[in-house]
């Protein structure tokens, strides 16, 4: 679980800074890199509702 909420800080890193650089200099290149990482994110954040349902039931 540990494990799980560094690779989301470190994929949520990831897209901020990236979000910001698309917005403040529109940067298209980060823009794409931002929407990868939500997707990434999205996938992750699945994964700790599935390990936290469990963790819950103990």
Request: a positive charge.
């Amino acid at each position: 679980m540990k494990e799980l909420l560094e690779q989301l800080n470190t994929e949520f890193e990831a897209f901020k800074s990236d979000a910001q650089l698309q917005i403040e200099k529109e940067n298209k290149a980060a823009g794409t890199r931002a929407r990868k990482s939500s997707l990434a994110l999205e996938k992750l954040l699945k994964e700790f509702r599935k390990l936290s349902l469990e963790e819950s039931k103990k």
